[in-house]
Nanobody
Framework: VQLQACGGGLVQAGGSLRLSCAAS????????MGWFRQAPGKERKFVAG????????NYVDSVQGRFTVSRDNAKNTLYLQMNSLKPEDTAVYYC???????????????WGQGTQVTVSS
Protein backbone atom coordinates (compact mmCIF):
# COMPACT_ATOMS: atom_id res chain seq x y z
CA VAL A 1 0.00 0.00 0.00
CA GLN A 2 1.38 3.37 -1.02
CA LEU A 3 -0.21 6.73 -0.31
CA GLN A 4 1.13 9.97 -1.74
CA ALA A 5 -0.32 13.21 -0.42
CA CYS A 6 0.12 16.52 -2.20
CA GLY A 7 -1.48 19.93 -2.59
CA GLY A 8 -0.22 21.66 0.50
CA GLY A 9 1.25 25.13 0.49
CA LEU A 10 1.19 28.60 1.96
CA VAL A 11 -2.14 30.44 1.98
CA GLN A 12 -3.56 33.47 3.72
CA ALA A 13 -6.25 33.13 6.34
CA GLY A 14 -9.63 32.80 4.68
CA GLY A 15 -8.15 31.11 1.65
CA SER A 16 -8.59 27.60 0.28
CA LEU A 17 -6.49 24.58 -0.58
CA ARG A 18 -7.30 21.19 -1.99
CA LEU A 19 -5.24 18.24 -0.85
CA SER A 20 -5.01 15.04 -2.83
CA CYS A 21 -3.86 11.58 -1.84
CA ALA A 22 -3.02 9.13 -4.60
CA ALA A 23 -3.22 5.47 -3.66
CA SER A 24 -1.45 2.56 -5.31
CA UNK A 25 -0.53 -1.02 -4.62
CA UNK A 26 -3.94 -2.07 -3.34
CA UNK A 27 -7.64 -1.95 -4.15
CA UNK A 28 -8.46 1.59 -3.07
CA UNK A 29 -12.21 1.03 -2.98
CA UNK A 30 -11.80 -1.71 -0.37
CA UNK A 31 -10.53 0.75 2.20
CA UNK A 32 -11.98 3.51 4.27
CA MET A 33 -9.79 6.61 4.30
CA GLY A 34 -8.88 9.38 6.67
CA TRP A 35 -7.04 12.67 6.88
CA PHE A 36 -4.98 13.56 9.91
CA ARG A 37 -2.81 16.53 10.79
CA GLN A 38 0.11 17.22 13.05
CA ALA A 39 1.02 20.71 14.15
CA PRO A 40 4.55 21.48 15.40
CA GLY A 41 5.09 20.07 18.86
CA LYS A 42 1.69 18.42 18.97
CA GLU A 43 0.25 14.97 18.48
CA ARG A 44 -1.17 13.85 15.18
CA LYS A 45 -4.94 14.25 15.21
CA PHE A 46 -7.87 13.09 13.14
CA VAL A 47 -9.37 15.64 10.75
CA ALA A 48 -11.83 13.80 8.51
CA GLY A 49 -12.75 10.32 7.34
CA UNK A 50 -14.74 8.77 4.54
CA UNK A 51 -16.20 5.33 4.03
CA UNK A 52 -15.05 3.15 1.14
CA UNK A 53 -18.22 4.01 -0.76
CA UNK A 54 -17.92 7.74 -0.22
CA UNK A 55 -21.45 7.80 1.19
CA UNK A 56 -20.48 8.47 4.79
CA UNK A 57 -18.07 11.01 6.22
CA ASN A 58 -16.82 12.08 9.61
CA TYR A 59 -15.20 15.37 10.70
CA VAL A 60 -13.59 16.80 13.77
CA ASP A 61 -15.68 19.66 15.12
CA SER A 62 -13.07 22.32 14.37
CA VAL A 63 -13.26 21.76 10.60
CA GLN A 64 -16.94 20.90 10.25
CA GLY A 65 -18.49 23.16 7.62
CA ARG A 66 -15.12 24.32 6.29
CA PHE A 67 -13.48 21.11 5.08
CA THR A 68 -14.94 18.49 2.76
CA VAL A 69 -13.50 15.01 2.32
CA SER A 70 -14.26 13.11 -0.88
CA ARG A 71 -12.88 10.29 -2.96
CA ASP A 72 -12.82 9.10 -6.53
CA ASN A 73 -12.49 5.33 -6.50
CA ALA A 74 -12.05 5.22 -10.26
CA LYS A 75 -8.96 7.43 -9.91
CA ASN A 76 -7.73 5.86 -6.65
CA THR A 77 -7.61 9.31 -5.13
CA LEU A 78 -8.72 10.88 -1.86
CA TYR A 79 -9.34 14.61 -1.53
CA LEU A 80 -9.65 17.20 1.21
CA GLN A 81 -11.12 20.53 0.17
CA MET A 82 -10.21 23.11 2.80
CA ASN A 83 -12.01 26.46 2.80
CA SER A 84 -11.98 29.42 5.18
CA LEU A 85 -8.57 28.37 6.40
CA LYS A 86 -7.34 29.63 9.75
CA PRO A 87 -3.81 29.92 11.15
CA GLU A 88 -4.64 27.10 13.56
CA ASP A 89 -5.08 24.79 10.56
CA THR A 90 -1.32 24.99 9.99
CA ALA A 91 0.07 21.47 10.15
CA VAL A 92 1.45 18.58 8.17
CA TYR A 93 -1.52 16.72 6.71
CA TYR A 94 -1.46 12.96 6.28
CA CYS A 95 -3.77 10.56 4.51
CA UNK A 96 -4.31 7.07 5.84
CA UNK A 97 -6.16 3.87 4.94
CA UNK A 98 -8.28 1.72 7.22
CA UNK A 99 -10.07 -1.61 6.92
CA UNK A 100 -12.30 -1.16 9.97
CA UNK A 101 -13.78 2.33 9.88
CA UNK A 102 -13.43 6.02 9.09
CA UNK A 103 -13.58 7.63 12.49
CA UNK A 104 -10.97 9.08 14.81
CA UNK A 105 -10.74 5.91 16.93
CA UNK A 106 -10.42 3.40 14.13
CA UNK A 107 -7.17 1.68 13.32
CA UNK A 108 -5.43 3.10 10.27
CA UNK A 109 -3.01 0.65 8.71
CA UNK A 110 -1.16 2.64 6.09
CA TRP A 111 -0.01 6.23 5.99
CA GLY A 112 1.19 8.70 3.39
CA GLN A 113 4.24 10.90 3.83
CA GLY A 114 2.39 14.15 4.61
CA THR A 115 2.05 17.53 2.97
CA GLN A 116 2.65 20.86 4.71
CA VAL A 117 -0.17 23.38 4.99
CA THR A 118 0.72 26.80 6.32
CA VAL A 119 -1.92 29.46 6.91
CA SER A 120 -0.70 32.99 7.51
CA SER A 121 -2.69 35.54 9.47
Amino acid sequence: VQLQACGGGLVQAGGSLRLSCAASGYTFSNYHMGWFRQAPGKERKFVAGIAWSGRSTNYVDSVQGRFTVSRDNAKNTLYLQMNSLKPEDTAVYYCAASTNGWGPRNQYDSWGQGTQVTVSS
